[in-house]
């Protein structure tokens, strides 16, 4: 496992007119400022299947656009819209998913979209622009297996970093946060596997047993939303232990192994062990079965639940500024045994997601000049927002002294702190008008050649020396002086790196997709039930329901492809660590 290494290494003219017409205002005037390029004003349809909002893109980022393209963004979200293909397989019928498309390519989707005649070539769009310049070998790698010639999709995550480096920045994909304020009234215990952290919660929940409202604290709880052939609140303790899935299958990071998700001795039905027994000793919410994530959320806000796997829950929810200085706040603990999982780096791009230019796009010239800006520099800092870039530069940060620092209002916004946008950036509250598209054009980890440090903000030189807080400093001392977890973890040889691919799974038959959907709702469904039975006969009980179900539903026919994908997927990181590597002697 290689450390990472990271080198710390508008101007537009602005035309502005507007054209009154009797009562009304002609729209390709009346949007505010525009370049002078664009002459008409245009509301573009994005079909974009990472989106958690739908609806026309507002606040401070909707200005930029508008200013920098004289057009709005209208996002059209499955997520929002009920999930599933509903909507993908409705707007495909009809000939129009959108004018810009950002997609999975996933089991033989792009070749589909392009087959489909839903994407338009990009060839002659992309020509002599800078995308083209910086990641050529990452887009043709893509298309590929777009199924004819052509460009029809670009990567997302395009890095110019090895595949063995972490792309997670300062935090994993997941990791056990702690209430560090309640961990420390425990005498910071030591754990040296998952089952040794029942105790520490329970010692967690009894020092700390109301939330900041007054309310009954847990230490872990759940929901329904993003579970899909797994219930992915277990499978994330799985991912505590390098694992990830594909399928039926937990594929560690290394490839030394791949599981089924359903064996009696596998990592996943340890997992749901570990919360049945979590459950057995009061210590997991009773409402986990009913609530979605917005109101998980708001507990972690009133500091309600006293751990977290995931960095953007626990941490990014109940660490504001002045509960850090009071000491209190979630901070990754240490499990022995465990080696979490990390996404590598991309240097062939993540084709597991593209973004696309519609067949039936209203201006395919625009389209090219919005994708070519979100994958420069500018457009990493100020679209690439929501996964980590610093925003626009004047507001959220600044050059001083030769290096990228926040400014006061930075401060605030980026930590996750409500805080008013200025009128004259777009006026609303920033975290209302952040880039709604949820993509990542390149990895956050990559350095921005515009100040010599990483598109991700966290990482700059000059925030690191800020986390000082009482909290920062105390969990410093007891990680031998880490500023993140990454680097506590890689301190401590225990992080799981998964090489960066630009594997795609491929298509299966529709026969397939209804067998793994009857499966999946079997195992999700008695997942549930085993974390919540009363007692460890009906634990067993239900595990065998599970497991004698699904395989008279024909669900070794479909594990049996997932491990073939799962073995081919290694094999790919294997070979882009090599490709990389001879490309870069």
């Given at each position: 496992?290689?450390?990472?290494?990271?080198?710390?290494?508008?101007?537009?003219?602005?035309?502005?007119?507007?054209?009154?017409?009797?009562?009304?205002?002609?729209?390709?005037?009346?949007?505010?400022?525009?370049?002078?390029?664009?002459?008409?004003?245009?509301?573009?349809?994005?079909?974009?299947?990472?989106?958690?909002?739908?609806?026309?893109?507002?606040?401070?980022?909707?200005?930029?656009?508008?200013?920098?393209?004289?057009?709005?963004?209208?996002?059209?979200?499955?997520?929002?819209?009920?999930?599933?293909?509903?909507?993908?397989?409705?707007?495909?019928?009809?000939?129009?998913?959108?004018?810009l498309i950002i997609a999975g390519a996933?089991?033989?989707?792009?070749?589909?979209?392009?087959?489909?005649?839903?994407?338009?070539?990009?060839?002659?769009?992309?020509?002599?622009?800078?995308?083209?310049?910086?990641?050529?070998?990452?887009?043709?790698?893509?298309?590929?297996?777009?199924?004819?010639?052509?460009?029809?999709?670009?990567?997302?995550?395009?890095?110019?970093?090895?595949?063995?480096?972490?792309?997670?920045?300062?935090?994993?994909?997941?990791?056990?946060?702690?209430?560090?304020?309640?961990?420390?009234?425990?005498?910071?215990?030591?754990?040296?596997?998952?089952?040794?952290?029942?105790?520490?919660?329970?010692?967690?929940?009894?020092?700390?047993?109301?939330?900041?409202?007054?309310?009954?604290?847990?230490?872990?709880?759940?929901?329904?939303?993003?579970?899909?052939?797994?219930?992915?609140?277990?499978?994330?303790?799985?991912?505590?232990?390098?694992?990830?899935?594909?399928?039926?299958?937990?594929?560690?990071?290394?490839?030394?192994?791949?599981?089924?998700?359903?064996?009696?001795?596998?990592?996943?039905?340890?997992?749901?062990?570990?919360?049945?027994?979590?459950?057995?000793?009061?210590?997991?919410?009773?409402?986990?079965?009913?609530?979605?994530?917005?109101?998980?959320?708001?507990?972690?806000?009133?500091?309600?639940?006293?751990?977290?796997?995931?960095?953007?829950?626990?941490?990014?929810?109940?660490?504001?500024?002045?509960?850090?200085?009071?000491?209190?706040?979630?901070?990754?603990?240490?499990?022995?045994?465990?080696?979490?999982?990390?996404?590598?780096?991309?240097?062939?791009?993540?084709?597991?997601?593209?973004?696309?230019?519609?067949?039936?796009?209203?201006?395919?010239?625009?389209?090219?000049?919005?994708?070519?800006?979100?994958?420069?520099?500018?457009?990493?800092?100020?679209?690439?927002?929501?996964?980590?870039?610093?925003?626009?530069?004047?507001?959220?940060?600044?050059?001083?002294?030769?290096?990228?620092?926040?400014?006061?209002?930075?401060?605030?916004?980026?930590?996750?702190?409500?805080?008013?946008?200025?009128?004259?950036?777009?006026?609303?509250?920033?975290?209302?008008?952040?880039?709604?598209?949820?993509?990542?054009?390149?990895?956050?980890?990559?350095?921005d050649p515009r100040i010599g440090e990483?598109?991700?903000?966290?990482?700059?030189?000059?925030?690191?020396?800020?986390?000082?807080?009482?909290?920062?400093?105390?969990?410093?001392?007891?990680?031998?002086?880490?500023?993140?977890?990454?680097?506590?973890?890689?301190?401590?040889?225990?992080?799981?790196?998964?090489?960066?691919?630009?594997?795609?799974?491929?298509?299966?038959?529709?026969?397939?997709?209804?067998?793994?959907?009857?499966?999946?709702?079997?195992?999700?469904?008695?997942?549930?039930?085993?974390?919540?039975?009363?007692?460890?006969?009906?634990?067993?009980?239900?595990?065998?329901?599970?497991?004698?179900?699904?395989?008279?539903?024909?669900?070794?026919?479909?594990?049996?492809?997932?491990?073939?994908?799962?073995?081919?997927?290694?094999?790919?990181?294997?070979?882009?660590?090599?490709?990389?590597?001879?490309?870069?002697?």
């Open positions: 496992m290689k450390k990472r290494l990271i080198g710390i290494f508008l101007c537009l003219t602005m035309t502005v007119s507007v054209v009154l017409s009797g009562c009304g205002e002609e729209k390709s005037a009346s949007a505010g400022s525009s370049n002078s390029k664009y002459k008409e004003f245009i509301t573009v349809d994005v079909f974009d299947a990472l989106a958690n909002y739908q609806g026309i893109q507002s606040g401070w980022f909707a200005k930029v656009v508008r200013d920098k393209f004289n057009m709005e963004l209208n996002i059209i979200a499955p997520n929002v819209a009920g999930g599933g293909d509903t909507l993908f397989q409705t707007r495909s019928a009809a000939g129009n998913l959108g004018d996933d089991n033989g989707r792009f070749s589909n979209m392009v087959k489909a005649g839903l994407l338009a070539d990009m060839t002659e769009l992309l020509e002599d622009k800078e995308i083209m310049k910086n990641y050529e070998t990452a887009i043709k790698k893509v298309n590929e297996s777009a199924g004819q010639e052509g460009i029809f999709g670009i990567p997302s995550e395009i890095s110019n970093q090895s595949p063995e480096v972490s792309a997670d920045g300062i935090e994993p994909l997941v990791s056990p946060y702690v209430r560090w304020d309640s961990y420390k009234e425990a005498g910071y215990p030591q754990m040296k596997t998952l089952e040794d952290f029942i105790p520490v919660m329970k010692a967690m929940q009894e020092n700390t047993p109301q939330s900041d409202s007054g309310k009954p604290t847990y230490a872990i709880s759940l929901f329904k939303d993003w579970d899909g052939n797994m219930m992915v609140g277990a499978k994330n303790y799985a991912s505590l232990y390098g694992y990830n899935e594909l399928g039926f299958v937990l594929s560690k990071a290394d490839g030394s192994d791949d599981q089924d998700v359903v064996s009696s001795d596998g990592v996943y039905v340890q997992a749901l062990r570990f919360l049945f027994e979590a459950n057995q000793a009061g210590l997991v919410d009773p409402e986990s079965t009913t609530q979605n994530y917005d109101i998980l959320s708001n507990k972690y806000r009133d500091g309600q639940i006293l751990t977290s796997l995931w960095s953007y829950q626990g941490p990014a929810f109940y660490n504001t500024a002045e509960r850090k200085k009071e000491g209190k706040g979630f901070m990754p603990a240490f499990i022995e045994d465990s080696s979490p999982f990390s996404f590598g780096c991309y240097a062939e791009g993540n084709g597991k997601t593209i973004i696309g230019i519609g067949s039936q796009a209203k201006d395919p010239e625009r389209m090219a000049d919005f994708i070519d800006w979100l994958y420069s520099p500018e457009g990493m800092e100020i679209g690439g927002q929501s996964g980590g870039g610093a925003g626009p530069e004047g507001l959220t940060w600044e050059i001083k002294d030769d290096r990228a620092v926040r400014t006061e209002f930075g401060d605030k916004a980026l930590a996750g702190e409500k805080v008013e946008v200025p009128e004259e950036w777009g006026g609303g509250e920033w975290t209302d008008g952040g880039p709604a598209l949820n993509f990542k054009p390149l990895s956050p980890v990559d350095i990483p598109y991700l903000s966290t990482m700059w030189s000059s925030v690191l020396e800020k986390n000082t807080t009482p909290l920062d400093t105390d969990w410093q001392d007891k990680s031998g002086g880490a500023k993140t977890t990454i680097e506590f973890l890689e301190s401590k040889d225990a992080l799981s790196v998964s090489p960066g691919t630009s594997y795609i799974q491929p298509e299966e038959s529709s026969d397939f997709t209804t067998l793994r959907n009857q499966c999946k709702t079997v195992i999700v469904d008695d997942s549930w039930k085993m974390v919540f039975a009363k007692d460890e006969a009906e634990f067993e009980s239900i595990l065998k329901h599970m497991q004698d179900t699904v395989k008279g539903l024909g669900y070794e026919e479909v594990l049996e492809l997932d491990m073939k994908n799962a073995k081919e997927q290694s094999a790919c990181r294997i070979q882009a660590v090599e490709e990389y590597n001879s490309r870069n002697k």
